[in-house]
């Protein structure tokens, strides 16, 4: 499960480091003072964030309902 790149934004702080967030996912951005690295963050905090909605039961953001299989 991953965030599409496209809909990830970059902006470098004063101090160089990288802030990556999305609109797809309220709430969850990271730092990282190299690029690519804060990209491999946010994905992996995007997916820790939609594991424990789903642990928790709280509704999972539309944009990936759809990569889930809901079970009884």
């Known amino acids: 499960m991953t965030v599409p790149q496209k809909n990830i934004r970059l902006e470098q702080q004063d101090d160089g ?3 990556a967030k999305s609109d797809l996912l309220p709430g969850v951005h990271v730092a990282a003072r190299d690029k690519w690295a804060v990209l491999v963050r946010f994905q992996a905090a995007a997916k820790a ?20 299989a809901l079970t009884a």
């Open 49 to 68: 964030h939609l594991r424990a909605l789903l642990d928790t039961g709280r509704p999972i953001p539309e944009a990936f309902r759809s990569k889930f």
């Open 17 to 19: 480091y990288w802030i």
